[in-house]
């Protein structure tokens, strides 16, 4: 029976796309399978901020910050904590990884038009000691151009090859099975669905209108991972951070499902590292959505108060910006599923910067006038239109109208304004010196220290209860599914891998599907900016990788 094409790829997301272009590039037949709609190209990435992990940059250089591969392979192995007899391959990954990002990664990108904004951001900055999680330096380089940005040379190279006829874009094409022939995996069957005029992000039709097979020489699988399915992330969740919460958001539509990683592991690949996977705990409903349940992160400064679900402050050192999962693990012992922000104008006019390319027009559109408009008083656009719209905030000029409403918004009445008042009366007297006891305050101070976070993201300290502040904000702070730590196990070649260790004939894996590497390459927590790298990294390996063994 005669190949199709040389490589099958499933999934047109950014791993996708990079591995059709460096195996179109070598000069590969490539067919591209998806089951959405051409519109949607790109996947995720699209919506994202478009962060990018970086280490010892020119950005990070001219803003006077001292970073090396020894500091960022430190941070990454006490955020990663890697402690599994199967975290072998994704600790190969993730050394492989730090290496990329401190050498090649920004020239090749840069090669490929890509350009960075010159403020480099600090996310997930820890606040343990310095062999524990977080960055110990700002890593996190926005894209010009959002998450389209980063897709942008990535489409453009796989066009480019379909127009040399190497590449076969089929949109609608939805993966049932994968079938060995001689001993490997070189079939794709699945069903063609009606074609689809959903507009990206929205739930498109499920009709089927036919069925295809289709054979490789190689399968490559960049399906992406499982937090549009809130049962499965529920099924998977981890015991560490209690029990899974009772009402979610989704960072991601209802689409990615984790459908392609149940077919893999039926044709005998290994799943690895189910249960490590990575929620926001700083989301918030977005009022004008694009998919069902549809939440928005906000990416905080270190100012604004963060309280749990009765009113209490979080313990040091969960700080807004400093530890997600050690924040979700406390956040699912209090029994409830939700937190609070309370802040001040002044805090959200600079701290407030939400995710995602639909929320930062002046970036995503790449307008140096809009950008710089940012420095000017009030709160951007999107956020002043979260502030009107959005049911999670809550504006008021005094705290008792304040607290009223937060009990109203919820329907618990948790909330005490008396104790409320004591705990911020206690952090505002810790304002009146250049010292205090108050870690949050020692924080977001030594935050100021740093050039880029003291023009453009941290809040001059201030009492919360300062009329001349105000008004105050409430914001209710909702889970949001996001990311899958774990996946298909590969090794460095990104060559799938079976229960017994040996590679699974045929089969590639990249992006979320494996874990962004290896199957877990961030191990237990993140460091920020490394999702879109690693698709692109593990994304690349797999294409070159599987060129190589179909030529």
């Not at 591995?19 to 994202?48: C, F, M, N, Y």
């Not at 009772?246 to 690895?272: F, K, Y």
């Not at 050039?451 to 949001?480: E, F, M, S, T, Y």
Request: charged residues 25%; proline residues 5%; positive net charge.
């Amino acid at each position: 029976m005669a190949y199709d094409a040389d490589v099958i790829v499933i999934g047109a997301g950014l791993a996708g796309l990079a591995a059709t272009a460096e195996l179109a590039e070598a000069g590969r037949k490539v067919i591209l399978l998806d089951q959405e709609p051409e519109q949607s190209l790109g996947g995720q990435a699209h919506w994202s901020f478009g962060g990018l992990f970086l280490v010892d940059s020119p950005e990070q250089r001219r803003l006077r910050v001292r970073d090396s591969f020894a500091l960022a392979w430190q941070d990454w192995l006490g955020t990663a904590g890697f402690d599994r007899e199967e975290d072998h391959w994704p600790r190969r990954w993730a050394e492989a990884y730090v290496d990329f990002a401190a050498g090649e990664k920004r020239s090749w990108l840069r090669a490929q038009g890509l350009r960075i904004f010159p403020v480099v951001g600090w996310a997930e900055r820890g606040g343990y000691d310095a062999s524990g999680h977080g960055n110990s330096v700002p890593r996190f380089h926005i894209t010009w151009g959002t998450g389209p940005g980063v897709v942008e040379p990535f489409e453009r190279r796989v066009r480019a090859g379909a127009a040399r006829g190497l590449v076969d874009l089929r949109f609608r094409h939805r993966v049932t099975a994968l079938g060995r022939s001689a001993g490997a995996v070189d079939t794709v069957t699945g069903e063609v669905l009606v074609p689809s005029g959903a507009p990206r992000g929205t739930a498109s039709s499920r009709e089927v209108a036919g069925a295809f097979e289709l054979r490789a020489q190689a399968v490559v699988v960049t399906s992406g991972g499982i937090g549009g399915n809130h049962d499965l992330v529920r099924a998977n969740w981890p015991r560490r951070l209690g029990a899974p919460p009772r009402r979610m958001l989704s960072g991601v539509p209802a689409h990615v499902d984790g459908a392609v990683l149940g077919i893999a592991e039926q044709a005998g690949a290994r799943m690895i590292n189910r249960d490590r996977m990575w929620h926001y705990t700083e989301g918030i409903e977005n009022w004008d959505p694009v998919w069902a349940r549809h939440g928005i992160r906000i990416l905080p400064g270190p100012s604004s108060l963060w309280l749990d679900a009765t009113g209490q402050r979080l313990p040091v050192p969960l700080f807004p910006g400093f530890d997600t999962l050690g924040t979700l693990e406390h956040i699912m012992r209090t029994g409830y599923d939700y937190t609070w922000f309370v802040l001040t104008r002044k805090v959200i006019e600079k701290e407030f910067a939400l995710s995602g390319s639909e929320q930062n027009p002046d970036l995503t559109g790449r307008s140096v006038r809009e950008v710089l408009g940012r420095a000017r008083s009030g709160a951007p656009g999107p956020v002043r239109a979260f502030m009107e719209h959005g049911r999670d905030f809550v504006v008021e000029r005094d705290l008792g109208a304040l607290v009223r409403r937060m009990n109203e918004l919820t329907g618990d009445a948790l909330i005490d304004e008396a104790a409320l008042r004591r705990q911020i009366l206690a952090r505002d007297r810790e304002i009146g010196n250049p010292f205090t006891k108050d870690l949050q305050i020692t924080a977001l101070r030594g935050a100021r220290g740093y050039l880029g976070d003291r023009l453009v993201r941290v809040a001059a300290p201030h009492r919360l209860l300062d009329p001349q502040a105000g008004p105050l904000i409430a914001v209710r702070l909702n889970i949001l599914t996001r990311k899958t730590l774990g996946g298909l196990e590969t090794d460095l070649s990104a060559r799938v891998l079976t229960e017994e260790g040996g590679p699974l004939p045929g089969v590639y894996a990249a992006g979320e599907a494996a874990g962004f590497g290896g199957g877990g390459m961030h191990g237990y927590r993140s460091l920020e900016g490394t999702f879109l790298g690693g698709c692109l990294f593990s994304g690349r390996a797999a294409g070159r990788a599987a060129a190589r063994a179909v030529g």
